[in-house]
């Protein structure tokens, strides 16, 4: 199974500041075939299901604010929220699709500070 | 527009069943791989199911295989989760989430269901 661990566990950014997580999956998720990265960003906010923020590593989900990019190689990622708003308190987690079992990251909560 | 609404979430005892269904709006199954994916009380995300677009393949979770079944009425397009010999830990928000066509069974959720509370308990 690929396991996905991000970090930090939890972050705590000033409105207006930028943000930064980071995933890493423990073997590639990159498929040579088609060079594409099989990793997803979702937003979680409370009582909510989750939200498609980022796929195939960097590409933006139509409506998603362009304050959120995404980055990344076949196993290191990293979700990028340039100038934090309120709306965007929430939990974010990567997840890879490049393989079943579909795995997700244990998720990072970020916050106002 | 895909929607997807869960039902049969409830409290149950240990060892019981309980079957839930995802009744889906917008897609079929041929061109919709609708998942399974839990939640547990302050916890994070955790796949456990699905079945290939043609039916004829479906994938489980280790934490869920041989006790859960995925299966499918195509003419009413509802998916269902057969929960046998449940535990504790399996007490979760299930969602049903459709995954974007490709491969065997989807690649990225765009969808996801509002989720029914599945509660195991004495």
């Known amino acids: 199974d690929i396991v996905m661990t991000q970090s930090p566990d939890s972050l705590s950014v000033s409105l207006g500041e930028g943000a930064t997580i980071n995933c890493k999956s423990s073997q590639s998720v990159l498929y040579g075939s088609n060079n594409k990265k099989y990793l997803a960003w979702y937003q979680q906010k409370p009582g909510q299901p989750p939200k498609l923020l980022i796929y195939?590593?960097?590409t933006r989900e139509s409506g998603v604010p362009d304050r959120f990019s995404g980055s990344g190689s076949g196993t290191d990622f990293t979700l990028t929220i340039s100038s934090l708003q309120a709306e965007d308190v929430a939990v974010y987690y990567c997840h890879q699709y490049y393989s079943t079992p579909w795995t997700f990251g244990q998720g990072t909560k970020v916050e106002i500070k | 527009q895909v929607q997807l609404v869960e039902s049969g979430g409830g409290v149950v005892q240990p060892g019981r069943s309980l079957r839930l269904s995802c009744a889906a709006s917008g897609c079929t199954f041929s061109d919709c791989a609708i998942h399974w994916v839990r939640q547990a009380p302050g916890k994070g995300l955790d796949w456990v199911a699905v079945?290939?677009?043609?039916?004829?393949?479906?994938f489980y979770a280790d934490s869920v295989k041989g006790r859960f079944t995925i299966s499918r009425d195509t003419s009413k397009n509802i998916l269902y989760l057969q929960m046998n010999s449940l535990r504790p830990e399996d007490t979760a928000v299930y969602y049903c989430?459709?995954?974007?066509?490709?491969?065997?069974?989807?690649?990225?959720?765009?969808?996801w269901g509002q989720g029914t509370l599945v509660t195991v308990s004495s």
């Open positions: 195939w590593a960097s």
């Open positions: 079945m290939s677009y043609d039916g004829d393949h479906t």
């Open positions: 989430a459709r995954a974007v066509k490709g491969e065997t069974v989807g690649r990225q959720f765009d969808y």
